[in-house]
């Protein structure tokens, strides 16, 4: 019998992430010098950690011949202390993709349905799939999730809804009043999940607050990582914040240990470096500032961004993506997003951008 006879057949139909390839592999495969190759396509903080999560984590590893509290009980007590929530509502995950696919653990089977704007985060949809779940895509509006819409496509088989703000890989963000407005006259039977993962790009004033409507006891759920703004992408560590019995369902379904130690204590001094979070939010905004400067000098048009990465129009998304991989600038093609003339580029360092532009240069010139 073949193997694959036994095989879920959700499974056997079930997309594949391609994840922005490592400097490793690109410099291996061209033949290049990995020190010469600059990523800026998966949006990780090209300052890298704090120096303090990184010295936090030297000293966990010290002791790395003990399980990891499964419970996070230091990161969580950190959490509330800075956020505000009670220690009890929040859930750490291994990255918050892994809280992506708790909920789904929690919510999804085959009967199901998961609304979700399109293009956005490409996780949404595979966990739907995994769990064998129906997908309704709606169409973003001017670059921006139509909120309306997304309402209407909700019907009685309706269990998640996911709005990313910022998303990705569009880099846009919906007003924070209109959000808290949406997610207030959401339906009774629907659980709505607020991807924050670039949160901590905006301006204050600019975010939706969660905490009013999980105070009164909606059915939301915010989702933030420490692979963005503080650096920690290799270490594997996000985290969910919602009423109390929401996340008491999620920490059911998830593995004793799903957060390792090391992780744990670098998140914690993560979130006391304020300051270097702060630098990074601002060299971000100059970073995009820069970029678009020098994209307008080039004629090339832009998705106004306000998170760490922006789309860029190239024509051929896939050719000017190759070309600026042979030239050592890793970049996202966007193709699987519905997006072929674009490519994603993230914020780089003021050497990495300059060096961006000028290889977008030469790689659309014709
Ligand atoms: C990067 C990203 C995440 C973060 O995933 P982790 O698993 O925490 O690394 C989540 N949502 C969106 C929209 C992202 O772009």
């Given at each position: 019998m073949k193997l694959e006879a036994l095989v879920k057949p959700s499974v056997l139909t079930q997309p594949v992430y391609e994840p922005?390839?490592?400097?490793?592999?690109?410099?291996?495969?061209?033949?290049?010098?990995?020190?010469?190759?600059?990523?800026?396509?998966?949006?990780e903080n090209p300052w890298g950690p704090s120096p303090k999560a990184v010295a936090a984590a030297k000293v966990a590893l010290e002791h790395g011949e003990l399980y990891p509290d499964g419970g996070c009980f230091k990161l969580r007590q950190k959490l509330a202390a800075v956020h505000g929530l009670?220690?009890?509502?929040?859930?750490?995950?291994?990255?918050?993709n892994e809280i992506i696919e708790l909920l789904g653990h929690v919510f999804?089977?085959?009967?199901?349905?998961?609304?979700?704007?399109?293009?956005?985060?490409?996780?949404y949809k595979l966990v739907t799939l995994l769990f064998g779940a129906k997908v309704v895509e709606v169409p973003l509006k001017d670059w921006r999730h139509d909120l309306d819409a997304m309402t209407r496509a909700i019907t009685p088989r309706t269990k998640l809804v996911f709005v990313a703000s910022p998303n990705n890989p569009t880099g846009t963000a919906n007003g924070a009043a209109e959000l808290a407005a949406w997610a207030r006259a959401l339906p009774e039977h629907v659980v709505a999940?607020?991807?924050?993962?670039?949160?901590?790009?905006?301006?204050?004033?600019?975010?939706?607050?969660?905490?009013?409507?999980?105070?009164?006891?909606?059915?939301v759920i915010?989702?933030?990582?420490?692979?963005?703004?503080?650096?920690?992408?290799?270490?594997?560590?996000?985290?969910?914040?919602?009423?109390?019995?929401?996340?008491?369902?999620?920490?059911?379904?998830?593995?004793?240990?799903?957060?390792?130690?090391?992780?744990?204590?670098?998140?914690?001094?993560?979130?006391?470096?304020r300051e270097f979070a702060e630098k990074c939010a601002r060299e971000?905004?100059?970073?995009?500032?820069?970029?678009?400067?020098?994209?307008?000098?080039?004629?090339?048009?832009?998705?106004?961004?306000?998170?760490?990465?922006?789309?860029?129009k190239v024509g051929d998304g896939a050719r000017v993506f190759g070309a600026l991989q042979a030239r050592g600038v890793i970049v996202r093609p966007v193709k699987v997003?519905?997006?072929?003339?674009?490519?994603?580029?993230?914020?780089?360092?003021p050497a990495q951008n300059e060096r961006l532009l000028a290889e977008l240069a030469t790689a659309t010139r014709r």
């Open positions: 922005g390839k490592p400097i490793e592999d690109v410099a291996r495969e061209l033949g290049l010098d990995p020190a010469t190759i600059i990523k800026l396509a998966s949006n009670g220690a009890d509502q929040y859930i750490v995950g291994n990255g918050s999804l089977g085959a009967e199901d349905e998961v609304v979700f704007g399109g293009p956005a985060f490409v996780v999940i607020f991807d924050e993962a670039y949160a901590e790009y905006l301006a204050p004033e600019t975010a939706m607050d969660l905490r009013p409507l999980i105070a009164v006891g909606r059915k915010g989702l933030r990582t420490f692979s963005k703004i503080y650096g920690l992408a290799s270490l594997r560590v996000g985290y969910g914040y919602a009423g109390a019995e929401l996340v008491a369902l999620l920490n059911r379904v998830r593995q004793p240990f799903n957060v390792n130690a090391i992780a744990q204590a670098a998140a914690v001094a993560a979130l006391d470096d971000n905004r100059a970073g995009l500032t820069q970029i678009e400067t020098g994209l307008k000098a080039l004629g090339l048009e832009w998705v106004p961004s306000v998170a760490n990465f922006m789309l860029v997003y519905g997006l072929p003339e674009w490519v994603r580029v993230t914020v780089g360092t």
